[in-house]
């Protein structure tokens, strides 16, 4: 089944013609849709609210606190599409991993995975391993209507980088050693990773989400001799094991204005720009055949209410040309960013591109 046929199943179907899924499938559109990367989140003061004294990978296994805020960007700024709000690393975190999101860090890893004893801790997924995200997908999908929920999870190579860094890094320097250094023992780590990326993906898509995105945060790291060779592989794999389900498929990463044409390659129906190159010429790196997303800079928001629609028309005027437009940020929004800049900007551009 391709992106391009409707989906037989009922939970599909209220979704099929909506703009975002429309743009994905490169198909004409009523206006160019909008949502934003980290819509749900600490932007919002509502969300503030209810996760108050709620550590983050816990509130990611309460049902009803996830599709609560899921669902507050939707109600708040109109956006064309929900995105499920979870985190990356929530997979690892199910299999027994021993992680957690500490405030102002990020994801931290008690014990680094570097070797290939280490491996025998990542063991398969299985959907009851995360049971709450079936049941919170399925509760978005009967709120959300006509409204697309996006699955999303993160790449094998951004996955890679947290294990084995113990959390985030600025070099990756343990990373690159072991993908340089023990390529086998890298190649099999990221078929590992691909397997319960699959299988994340799969609960998600099963359960009612419309498309889903890959998050490959850290990827921009590599050169695109290395990321052909190392990685590439087992992205791959993620997007190659969810074909099946016919629901289209975004690739995603920062700093990868010289990988996009790999990005697409990998398998994505739609390809995610950041801001560092406009559309047209992310279009001429991906080549024919793919819908892009993208890609105003997140720190424009900030800016007065002139200049981001000043910037969000450029970004529109360089899509003009696209067969499949996705107006997003070029990154997630910014903790402090105001919402009410955000509730403007898809007004903007709804209104600008209505047809």
Not at 79 to 90: C, E, F, G, K, R
Not at 119 to 146: H, I
Not at 238 to 244: C, I, K, P, S
């Amino acid at each position: 089944m391709s992106v391009n046929d409707r989906p037989t199943g009922q939970q599909q179907t209220g979704t099929y013609d909506s703009a975002f899924l429309r743009a994905c499938r490169r198909e004409p559109v009523p206006h160019t849709p909008v949502w934003f990367m980290r819509q749900a989140g600490r932007s919002l003061p509502e969300y503030r609210k209810v996760r108050e004294g709620i550590a983050m990978l816990d509130s990611c296994t309460r049902p009803e606190l996830v599709t609560e805020i899921t669902l507050q960007p939707v109600r708040r700024h109109h956006v064309d599409a929900a995105v499920y709000y979870s985190d990356i690393v929530v997979p690892l975190k199910a299999i027994g991993i021993d992680l957690d999101i500490k405030p102002g860090v990020g994801p931290v890893v008690e014990n680094p995975i570097r070797t290939r004893a280490d491996l025998d801790r990542l063991r398969p997924l299985e959907p009851g391993d995360v049971a709450y995200v079936t049941e919170a997908v399925r509760m978005l999908v009967q709120e959300l209507g006509s409204t697309p929920l996006i699955g999303f999870a993160g790449a094998p190579f951004t996955l890679a980088s947290y294990l084995i860094e113990g959390g985030p890094s600025r070099n990756h320097e343990h990373t690159k050693a072991l993908m340089y250094g023990d390529p086998e023992l890298w190649a099999d780590l990221l078929d590992r990773l691909a397997v319960i990326t699959s299988a994340f993906l799969d609960v998600q898509i099963e359960a009612g989400a419309s498309a889903v995105q890959l998050f490959d945060s850290w990827v921009g790291a590599l050169s695109p001799a290395d990321y052909r060779r190392s990685v590439m592989p087992a992205s791959a794999k993620v997007f190659e094991a969810v074909a099946h389900h016919g629901v289209p498929r975004i690739h995603f990463g920062v700093g990868t204005g010289e990988l996009l044409g790999l990005l697409g390659e990998a398998g994505a129906d739609v390809v995610g720009v950041d801001w560092r190159i406009p559309l047209d010429e992310a279009a001429r790196r991906v080549g024919p055949g793919k819908a892009l997303q993208g890609n105003i800079d997140p720190a424009v928001l900030f800016a007065p209410r002139e200049a981001v629609e000043t910037k969000a028309r450029e970004v529109l005027d360089a899509a003009a040309g696209l067969e499949g437009h996705i107006f997003n940020l070029g990154h997630g929004v910014l903790p402090t960013t105001d919402p009410d800049a955000l509730t403007h900007l898809a007004e903007y551009v709804h209104t600008q591109t209505a047809r």
